[in-house]
């Protein structure tokens, strides 16, 4: 029992590690965002492996709509999408057959999510940017 949670969390860490790195990728393109959402994605996905998936879901939730309350309106439609795609991925681990589809699960409302905060965002330019080369970009 103990090794498979210790197994649980470092796995769901490295999960976490790469799903949060893309998200923050995406993210840092709208608007400034901390790298702490890196964390959160590790330690959400680390809870979800080592405990249960509403700790994860929780945990990962919560300490991104944080992350967000100064960015977006609404902070709440994240977490609520964050743990309904949790949960969905979470039902389906409970059947071996469907082991592929879990990804999706998570991916499918995050990223749609993700999508509708991107029509709402302009990109922000680079800070580093010439001013006459953002002329150029209007």
């Known amino acids: 029992q103990n090794s498979l949670n210790f197994m649980g969390l470092i796995s769901g860490g490295i999960i976490g ?18 790298p702490l959402w890196i964390i959160s994605c590790i330690l959400g ?3 979800y492996y080592a405990v249960n998936w509403y700790t994860g879901a929780i945990l990962m939730g919560a300490f991104q709509q944080l992350l967000l309350r100064d960015k977006v ?29 879990y990804g999706v699960a998570y991916g499918l409302p995050t990223a749609g999510l993700l999508m509708w ?4 965002l302009q990109p922000k330019p680079l800070d580093d940017a010439p001013d006459e080369y953002l002329n150029t970009l209007e």
């Not at 590690?17 to 901390?34: A, D, K, M, N, P």
């Not at 905060?117 to 709402?120: A, C, P, S, V």
Request: glycine share 8%.
């Open 17 to 34: 590690l790469f799903v949060g790195f893309i998200q923050w990728l995406i993210l840092r393109r709208y608007f400034s965002i901390s």
């Open 45 to 47: 996905f680390a809870a």
């Open 73 to 101: 309106k609404d902070t709440f439609r994240w977490f609520a999408v964050s743990v309904l795609g949790f949960g969905i991925s979470g039902l389906l681990l409970l059947r071996p057959d469907t082991l592929c589809l």
């Open 117 to 120: 905060y991107q029509d709402k």
